[in-house]
């Protein structure tokens, strides 16, 4: 039977059960083929309160979600919803004990309009016909309580991915949802974005709710958060209230050593231009202008930084660099040599190096081993391919075990399949790929998106090694934290051009970010 | 053209559209739940020896054709189990079910009518006026059915949710296999329904003639849509009517005027392909997260 969404949304507003505990699990255990993924957690949610969960890159916090939702059985444990055993044997079982869930991946029908992705599955029919006149005036209802801000009648597919998010929670609220889980929800968000979502977050919190978040942004999770639960290899290891927790804190529980966030990046005297950029110009398949006039140049030993809110043609420069594209305009040169019709095995032997925004896509073949990730690229070249063309396993092996070792990838064996890795290993493999050419210029385009805080530390440490050893490195990030701390030099994007340039010395946080809303010089 | 012939030919490209237009209801059905079923052709041709055999065995074509739905159900229920609860590739499943139709046919023949190749007449029949078959009419009740069951009802809804994201639909408690299961066995009923209006008279080998493909291309044309699907069937029943009327009066090889409906899918279906979108789940087994 669909709930009543429009009971469950607003009665709730008066909340005289704050602080009372929504939910208990009890020494939850979850074991993989070779991995303890959950190793007698447990934890309290309270209602009106956001708790974080933080931990590395698997830790082990989505599977304990996953268990919360229903899509995991544990194998051993209890979980309590207001201080009753309850067996949740099926995101049915969940709804109906009123526990929500935002994915990682989206969980939306593209071509079904929000209202449709709403109802799918608590539906209000007559007969099985169905009826939309109640559901829309309950969430036009919660679309208003909440700081929401989506038209219905809109199809999903065509929404950003902001707005998609605003769906999925939407859906869970439609169902009454008093535990609302959001796996790591910013990570595909815009920093603007995030600002809404935390502005939802505290009118939840206002009406009582409980909500989970999972975030590898220390940032963020010490400006929501009441209470921070950190886990480490499937245990808990201790849960900090806001007033006690710091960043320094929360990173060396995570990792279980010291982190050192604050790189040791100096000033280098700059070498001869390895990339200079002219005039760029570029036209996207839908005819609007993406880059217009982009010059800089970036030097040999330095790191230039691109700092920009997302969209304003970051990824399509980083495109025009390092692939085979049509540009509208202007040049861009390596090391002197136009790259104009050049094709990516040209580039790459003129020392190109990319770290891409998209690791799945374009950064491993998911389904190859470490050992053949890590040859793309050189795979035709000496010691992996032999006279007659064929490659020459040992080789292969050696090389991945070297690189394994010495970018400190976490996996079983070489033979593991990169899908088999989590994001901040992954990241690793290429990295330790990229690095391995020698690169006279590396691109990083979100190097650090996604992956947890210790992988994160030593990304940049190798950023930083790269332009030691003299190549130019391209950073662009959405995180302006870690455009500050990297670069030598920093480009301000907007609107498809760079718009400001800011020697370190001279750059504050405050008017970089000035320069990103796209207000002019005072 | 007197109005008379022109009468004549609006109602005998009813007549060839109509079987198009059954199967391609079906393949709607199963595609929006996220099957792929080639096995269209095989179910027609199963279902049309049914009506013939079913008919003669109960003495009424109203229980022939009744029998012949479910022989269509039933023989879509293994193309469902194949590919939905083992996970088969559903165009080996599909080829393979479009093989083993024709074959069953065929023994089934041999030992009931003596022969392999064709079965005895049917002497039921649905009435015709001016060379249509009657019950091609129904097709247009069924149509405006299934437009409503797939965009109007709760059922609707979720087999289409299936078939774009049968992940989603899992998390929010929608019974993928179900869903799919309903949807493939549907388009068996659509096969049965077709045979109806195919040529209840007789059964004979061979005698879609690539007729559940046409209809998966109409499928296609029309977008997935039940309307357009049958909006397309009748485009291509009325290019083979059209061969039919004019073949003997052009001076062309008739092997070339045969070609004429399926060329003319593959040109409009090179036409429309890239904007017309299938379900994005349409051809891939689901796969449950975990264990
Ligand atoms: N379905 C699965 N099958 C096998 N191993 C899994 C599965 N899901 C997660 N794991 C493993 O469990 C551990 C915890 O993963 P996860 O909960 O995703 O971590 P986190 O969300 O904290 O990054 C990892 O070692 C991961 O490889
Ligand atoms: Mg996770």
Known sequence: MPMNAAAAAPSSGGDPAAGSVLLRMEGITKAFPGVVANDKISLELRAGEVLALVGENGAGKSTLMKILYGLYRPDSGEILVRDRTTRIAGPRDAISQGIGMVHQHFMLIPPFTVLENIVLGSETSRLGVLSYAKPRAAAAKLIELNNLHIDLGASVEHLPVGLQQQVEILKILYRGAEILIFDEPTAVLTPQESDELFKTFRQMRAQGKGIIFISHKLDEVLDIADRITVIRRGKVIRTLDRAEATKPLIAELMVGKPVILNVDNPRLPPGPAVLEVDKLGFVNAEGVAALRDVSFRVRSGEIYGIAGVEGNGQSELIRAIAYRTRISGGSVRLLGADLSGLDVRSRRELGLAHIPEDRHKFGLLLSFSLADNFILGSHYKKPFVSVLRTQVRRQIAENARRLIAQFDVRAPSEQTPAHALSGGNQQKVIIAREMSAKPRLLLANQPTRGVDVGATEFIYKQLVEAKKNGAAVLLVSADLDEVMSLSDRIGVMFKGSIIKEFERESATKEEVGFYMMGEKAR | ?291
């Open chain 2, 1 to 291: 053209m007197h109005w008379g012939t022109l009468f004549d030919y609006i109602c005998k490209g009813l007549d060839t559209s109509a079987p198009l237009a059954f199967a391609a209801l079906g393949g709607v059905f199963s595609e929006k739940s996220g099957v792929v079923n080639i096995a269209l052709e095989g179910g027609m041709l199963f279902s049309a020896f049914s009506i013939v055999w079913g008919s003669i065995i109960f003495h009424s074509l109203w229980l022939g054709l009744l029998f012949a739905v479910v022989i269509g159900m039933a023989f879509a229920a293994i193309h469902a189990v194949v590919t939905i609860t083992y996970k088969v590739n559903q165009i080996i499943s599909g080829v393979a079910l479009n093989i083993l139709a024709e074959g069953i046919a065929r023994f089934l023949s041999q030992n009931i009518f003596g022969q392999e190749t064709q079965s005895a007449m049917n002497p039921y029949s649905f009435p015709s006026y001016r060379g249509m078959n009657v019950f091609s009419l129904v097709v247009i009740p069924v149509a405006i059915l299934s437009w409503f069951v797939l965009n109007k009802t709760v059922f609707g809804l979720r087999l289409r949710s299936v078939g774009e994201n049968p992940e989603a639909a899992d998390t929010l408690g929608i019974n993928v296999t179900l869903m799919r299961y309903s949807g493939v066995l549907i388009s068996g009923a659509m096969c049965g329904l077709s045979a109806a209006v195919l040529y209840p008279s007789r059964w004979v080998s061979g005698m879609t003639g690539g007729r559940g493909f046409i209809a998966l291309a109409a499928m296609i044309f029309g977008r997935w849509s039940p309307i357009g699907a049958v909006l397309a069937s009748l485009l291509f029943g009325y290019a083979d009517a059209a061969r039919i009327s004019f073949a003997s009066s052009i001076q062309i090889p008739s092997q070339f005027v045969q070609m004429f409906p399926y060329v003319l899918a593959v040109v409009v279906l090179a036409g429309v392909v890239g904007r017309s979108r299938a379900p994005a789940a349409d051809g891939v087994p689901y796969e449950k997260g975990e264990d």
